[in-house]
C-alpha cells in the first residue's frame, strides 16, 4: 500500500482448481482407498482407517492446488495480495497493482467465476455483497 492510501473494500477469493472439485479431491482418496482395502481383504478397521488417511491426502492435495487472494479496493486502485494456501489470511506478495475501477464481472451463485490480473479467480457468494457497488467495480 502506498502512504496515505484508504481502503475501501476487501474480500477473499481463490484460484487454482474450481472449489467444487476441491470436494472431490477427499471422496476419491476415501473412496479409493476404502476400494482397494476391500479388494485385497484387508479387514474392515484397516479399510476405515485408510479411507480416513486416503480422505486426508486428498484434502491436502486440493488445498496445494488452490492459491488464495485477498482483493482490497482503495482510493487510487486494487490490490491483489497472495496469503498462504495452509494458515489465516497474512498477505504474503503483492501479485498485481490494477487501476481504480477494475472491472470483476457478474458475480452470481456459490462461487462466481470471474479473472483477475491474468488469474481465474472464484469468489464465493459471502464476498457477493461487498462489491455490489457500481456494476461489479472493484475501487
Known sequence: MEP???????????????????????????????????????????????????ALVGAVIAAALTTRRVLIATDRGVVVLEYGRFGGVKPTKVIARLPRGTEIGALSGTWARTELAGERLWVHKKWHGDLAAPAGQLG
Open 4 to 54: 496515505a492510501e484508504r481502503v475501501e473494500r476487501v474480500l477473499l477469493a481463490q484460484g487454482g482448481i474450481n472449489p467444487w472439485a476441491q470436494v472431490g479431491f477427499p471422496l476419491v482418496g476415501l473412496i479409493g482407498v476404502r476400494a482397494v482395502a476391500i479388494a485385497t481383504g484387508a479387514s474392515s478397521g484397516v479399510g476405515a482407517l485408510g479411507g480416513v488417511l486416503g
